[in-house]
């Protein structure tokens, strides 16, 4: 696969092995994997990062450098690095301070294995029992011929370009963020465009969970119901959406919570039936609100789902049971019209605000300014 990162790739690989770099970029697996992994490196921030996977063989690579293993040692005598370290190590790097721990233990293999399937060998190694990983030698360590070729330095050397590359993408979003929240006062067009721009089916699952929830925010926010216990004692409460945790977070299939109405939403870019049902079966079958990041009609969405739903069961009362639990679905277009409808009530400026300030948590990016007030 080329795309726009290839050729940094390969002018890396050039300046490690020189005329072998090719031959070492179209045999080794491992380097088409990265290929594959950095595709979004000049599609802005908006695009998809694959920071945890690419990471998980970053800091193994990393282990096995700091030991000499690439210079001599027989690695396959190594005790393996320790789990803590390669964990923390991770979140120390660009973007990695909230990963979590899937990408080390099985998803970076599964979806090494899903890509090159004709491949024995999979790229991280561990003993569950001891908390202890490898890198797989054989796949670091490639032959041409009769002579061996260590990649790890290489691969260091790509993994952290691209890591440099969407830190830049990301501060340029930023900026771009803070100048429109500014121009927003003025209800300036181009706010409005940008932010539609961010509600489109490309567009990165946290990006557009951000906005989505800036956006459903604000929607809601002049929205009131009256609570009480008795009928001549009710109170006005306005309706208040929460973001309950960081996007892809393991957080029980809740992604914004309504106060005072109780109502779960859940963002979502997938129509895999069996994904809706495991959220609703996490959260004991609670009505739940679905935002689909699709173009398509509600009436279509809910289609499909109810027609995946009878492919997985056959029985009626079931899937009317799991269907029943889906309070509501909102998709592209019901965004774009609740944006408008939350513009056209003053609340441009506010909703940039908070897609700057949900951004900021997101990708932990931190301005040097802040920095130095924590060390005051």
């Not at 005790?79 to 990695?96: D, H, V």
């Amino acid at each position: 696969m080329e795309h726009d990162f290839t050729p940094v790739i390969r002018k890396i690989l050039t300046k490690h092995f020189k005329d072998k770099a090719e031959d070492l970029f179209e045999k080794s697996p491992l380097l088409q994997y990265i290929n594959l992994k950095t595709v979004s490196a000049t599609r802005g921030s908006k695009a998809r990062s694959s920071f945890a996977n690419l990471y998980a063989i970053y800091v193994l690579a990393e282990d096995y450098i700091k030991h000499g293993y690439h210079k001599k040692g027989d690695y396959s005598k190594y005790e393996g690095a320790q789990f803590s370290k390669l964990f923390k190590r991770q979140r120390e790097l660009p973007f990695g301070r909230k990963l979590q721990n899937h990408a080390l233990n099985h998803r970076m293999n599964e979806e090494f294995r899903k890509f090159f399937p004709q491949i024995d060998a999979q790229p991280i190694l561990r003993v569950v029992e001891t908390k202890r990983y490898w890198i797989n030698e054989k796949l670091i360590v490639p032959s041409l011929g009769r002579k061996t070729f260590n990649l790890t330095q290489a691969i260091i050397e790509i993994v952290e370009t691209y890591s440099r590359t969407k830190l830049a993408a990301f501060e340029g979003f930023i900026q771009t963020c803070e100048k429109l929240r500014v121009i927003s006062k003025q209800k300036n067009t181009k706010v409005e465009e940008f932010v539609l721009g961010l509600l489109a089916p490309n567009v990165d699952a946290r990006v557009f969970e951000i906005v989505s929830y800036a956006i459903l925010k604000y929607f809601y926010h002049d929205q009131t119901v009256y609570f009480g216990f008795q009928l001549d004692d009710l109170e006005k409460s306005p309706l208040i959406l929460y973001k309950t945790g960081r996007t892809n977070a393991n957080d029980g299939g809740i992604d914004f919570v309504m106060k005072p109405l109780g109502r779960f939403f859940q963002v979502t870019e997938t129509l895999d039936v069996r994904k809706y049902f495991l959220d609703i079966d996490k959260i004991e079958r609670y009505p739940i609100t679905f935002v689909i990041k699709s173009s398509e009609s509600v009436g279509i969405l809910s289609r499909k789902l109810r027609e995946g739903a009878e492919r997985q069961y056959a029985i009626k009362a079931i899937v009317d049971k799991y269907m029943a639990c889906i309070e509501e679905i909102i998709n592209i277009s019901m965004l774009q019209e609740r944006f408008r409808s939350s513009v056209a009530q003053g609340y441009l400026s506010s909703i940039m605000d908070e897609i700057v300030r949900q951004s900021k948590v997101e990708f932990n990016y931190e301005e040097p300014d802040d920095e130095d007030d924590e060390d005051e």
